[in-house]
């Protein structure tokens, strides 16, 4: 017997038919005699319309009253899934994240997981019930509901997961596992069998959107074994996320890419004519911190005639706040020759263990992005991850010939 968390994605709960789908497969694996977890998302593209109905009264919602409204799309799944497997002549009892007591801090709309108290989990479990969880969602400790970001259920299954000890937690999505890159850009993407952890982490950070990045974070924590499957076939092993470390033995098999990243999700902020002096990038990007706005890539040319030029980038929802930070709050300060925004810009990261062993992986990139007269606005690089900053209008372009520059195409 084995305690295993699954948790559906939106598609995966879409309508009465899918969710009794999901039903079916949970009574698959309980009458194999294992402990059943379910955390399910909100129908698909409920989230989006509720947002979007939030914006109607308020062009910018306060976010503790988005939040009380966009949990709900999660809270109607549970139910309805419940009701599914009673129907099934299953025990099932669903839970909010606030009813678990999954208690996060106050960062509305992006809310982290401090604690999950898994009490009644563990005794309805026992008692013989699947549980379900609605996910994306907790409680402060003033009981406010909060949520994690979107994609956040795949957190709140993985934190179930690390907390109740599971054996597995099992994604299922509308595909069948990690591919090499969104395989709606490249046809010929191929999924992978398993990928390290590292790099499911840097895939899941440049912009892939089968996981959520904090849930790939949390798994690595506390060593959960996450598996992504497809909820629409019952057969298939999907993409296991390992712990092993790759290329121990020099396999000249191993890839040395695993995968390619993209997000059209983030903007560049530019800000020219800065004097070169200490302190110059904390008082630009203090305030900033400040408004808890996250910042990716940063850059800061060599200075000339003591003046230099500072680029970032943020999320593209957050460009003008972070703009108006500037002018308003900074400028004073720094006395900028000018603030530009761009949300025109995308992101194409190349990820793969390979290449702590391997040189020149950076080279044949840009060279590869050259010949196709690609330029390129800002790199980044870690030890497992080159990324780089296009002109929005270059983004398929540049994955399609990087995918076969790197030879990830099946074989
Ligand atoms: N329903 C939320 C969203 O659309 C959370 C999730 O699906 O993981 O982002
Ligand atoms: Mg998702």
Do not use: W
Not at 127 to 134: E, I, Q, R, S
Not at 139 to 154: H, I, K, M, P, V
Not at 283 to 309: K, R, Y
């Amino acid at each position: 017997m084995a305690l295993i968390v699954q948790k559906y994605g939106g598609t995966s709960v879409a309508n009465p038919e899918r969710i009794r789908n999901v039903a079916r497969r949970v009574a698959r694996y309980k009458a194999m005699g294992h402990q059943i977890v379910v955390v399910v998302s909100a129908m698909s593209g409920e989230t989006n319309r509720l947002i979007a109905l939030a914006k109607e009264i308020m062009p910018e919602p306060d976010p503790r009253e988005l939040d009380v409204m966009i949990s709900t799309g999660e809270q109607v799944t549970i139910g309805l899934t419940a009701l599914a497997l009673m129907e099934l002549g299953i025990k099932a009892k669903s839970y909010t994240g606030a009813q678990v007591k999954i208690l996060t801090d106050a960062a509305h709309t992006k809310a982290r997981i401090l604690d999950i108290d898994n009490h009644n989990i563990k005794q309805d479990l026992n008692d013989g019930y699947v549980v379900v969880v609605a996910g994306f969602q907790g409680a402060d400790e003033f009981g406010n509901t909060t949520t994690l970001g979107r994609g956040g259920s795949d957190t709140t299954g993985v934190a179930l997961a690390a907390t109740l000890k599971a054996d597995e937690c099992q994604i299922y999505t509308d595909v069948d596992g990690v591919y090499t890159t969104d395989p709606r850009v490249v046809p010929e993407a191929r999924r992978l069998d398993k990928i390290t952890f590292e790099e499911m982490l840097e895939l899941a950070s440049q912009g892939s959107k089968v996981l959520q990045i904090r849930s790939v974070e949390f798994a690595g924590k506390y060593k959960v074994k996450l598996r992504v499957l497809s909820s629409f076939e019952d057969e298939g092993d999907g993409t296991l996320i390992t712990f092993e470390e790759a290329n121990k033995d020099n396999n000249m098999e191993e890839p040395i890419i695993s995968g390619i990243a993209f997000n059209r999700d983030e903007a560049k902020i530019t800000v020219l004519g800065v004097p070169d002096t200490p302190g110059i990038a904390y008082q630009i990007l203090g305030p900033i911190a400040d408004a808890n706005i996250d910042v990716d890539m940063i850059i800061q040319n060599t200075g000339a005639d003591g003046v230099t030029d500072f680029s970032f980038t943020v999320h593209k929802n957050e460009m003008n706040k972070a703009l108006a930070i500037l002018r308003d709050k900074v400028q004073g300060f720094i006395k900028a020759r000018e603030i530009i925004g761009d949300d025109r810009i995308a992101k194409v990261a190349v990820v793969g263990v390979g290449m702590r062993s391997h040189v020149g992986i950076a080279s044949q990139m840009f060279r590869t992005l050259a010949e196709e007269g690609i330029n390129i606005q800002m790199i980044s690089t870690s030890e497992i991850k080159i990324a780089v900053v296009i002109e929005e209008k270059y983004m398929e372009l540049a994955v399609r010939v990087l995918h076969k520059a790197f030879e990830l195409e099946g074989k």
